[in-house]
Nanobody
Framework: QVQLVESGGGLVQAGGSLRLSCAAS????????MGWFRQAPGKEREFVGG????????NYADSVKGRFTISRDNAKNTVYLQMNSLKPEDTAVYHC??????????????????WGQGTQVTVSS
């Protein structure tokens, strides 16, 4: 089992920045694959970005490319989602997710086995 705990959400004005953290514990491994997803009210959960724990492969949704960056701190078993130039349409509950073994981070939430509780991000206009 892998436990994931997100933090760092909050309220920010459009154009501002936030950094979300996802701390992993339990059966962590160099083969972990991490994903960030978000779900706005009344909408389907959507892929934001993901990375292999090795850092070899990182991908992003087109809607956040150039604005969001995923990184990790191996010593802390933590993955970060740095969000810059935030827009009101980025408002959602953000979740981190994990699975083991993949060649690249899946974009389908059904491909992840472990989920954090989510953290709210609200961007005001």
């Amino acid at each position: 089992q892998v436990q994931l705990v997100e933090s760092g959400g909050g309220l920010v004005q459009a154009g501002g920045s936030l950094r979300l953290s996802c701390a992993a514990s339990g059966r962590t491994s160099a083969h972990l694959v991490m994903g960030w997803f978000r779900q706005a009210p009344g909408k389907e959960r959507e892929f934001v970005g993901g990375m292999l724990w090795s850092g070899v492969s990182i991908n992003y949704a087109d809607s956040v490319k150039g604005r969001f960056t995923i990184s990790r701190d191996n010593a802390k078993n933590t993955v970060y989602l740095q969000m810059n130039s935030l827009k009101p349409e980025d408002t959602a509950v953000y979740h981190c997710a994990a699975r083991l073994f993949a060649y690249s981070p899946p974009m389908n939430d059904q491909d992840y086995n472990y989920w954090g509780q989510g953290t709210q991000v609200t961007v005001s206009s």
